[in-house]
């Protein structure tokens, strides 16, 4: 059985990493995707055209972002995307050295989240 949810408002940003421990290689990469929320957890799928923006710590950068919408040209090496049906991704690279990466995703009007990633 599948239940369908109404959403509220977007309130939050959540980040999801496909793997919090990668090799401190520059050709490893976690994938971590940005979905916009309500106060309940629920993904906003109407949330489109949010901008969040993306700020790395620690020993890795951010290697692209996107959307999946086909119609957005803004650039994939920008620290910021748009939302598209609630969702973005940003590309996470580590650097030779191991350590701990922060990835932090804001946006005015809704509360940030951080991914914290661990390079061996």
Known sequence: ???????????????VADRGTIKADRNDLSFVMVEITDEAGNVVPYADRITVNFEISGNGSIAGVGNGSPSDMDSFEQPKRRSFQGRCLAIVRP????????????????AGDKAIIISK
């Open 1 to 15: 059985s599948e239940t369908l949810k109404t959403t509220g408002k977007p309130a939050k940003i959540r980040l």
């Open 95 to 110: 650097e030779n050295q191991p350590g701990e990466i922060v990835l932090t995703a804001s946006s005015e009007g809704l």
